[in-house]
Nanobody, 113 residues
Framework: VKMVEYGGGLVQAGGSLRLSCAAS????????MGWFRQAPGKEREFVAA??????SYADSVKGRFTISRDNAKNTVDLQMNSLRPEDTAVYYC?????????WGQGTQVTVSS
């Protein structure tokens, strides 16, 4: 499984960004998909995941971020609104399939105050 993230950048606090992740594989609909992030000097942390029953979110982003997937296009998106400086991090797309985690290369999101 290979994944490529798009859409990172620099935005002012209160602004919005949309991240996209394109994944390979003919069984994309079977992958559990999510987003994680890693800020400088910190551990990688869970941000959001999407399943058949909907999205789940870290408390820190609940109500501001929305995750969605399109199985026809093999993509998973993360809409990020009301961004805060503490959201600054490298964001990674994650696919979990048959007990194995796959990661994209990451995309930088920087929120200025």
């Amino acid at each position: 499984v290979k994944m490529v993230e798009y859409g990172g950048g620099l935005v002012q606090a209160g602004g919005s960004l949309r991240l996209s992740c394109a994944a390979s594989g003919r069984t994309f609909s079977s992958y559990a998909m999510g987003w994680f992030r890693q800020a400088p000097g910190k551990e990688r942390e869970f941000v959001a995941a999407v399943s058949w029953s909907g999205g789940s979110y870290a408390d820190s982003v609940k109500g501001r971020f929305t995750i969605s997937r399109d199985n026809a296009k093999n993509t998973v998106d993360l809409q990020m609104n009301s961004l805060r400086p503490e959201d600054t991090a490298v964001y990674y797309c994650n696919a979990h399939y048959r007990g194995v985690d796959y990661w994209g290369q990451g995309t930088q999101v920087t929120v200025s105050s």
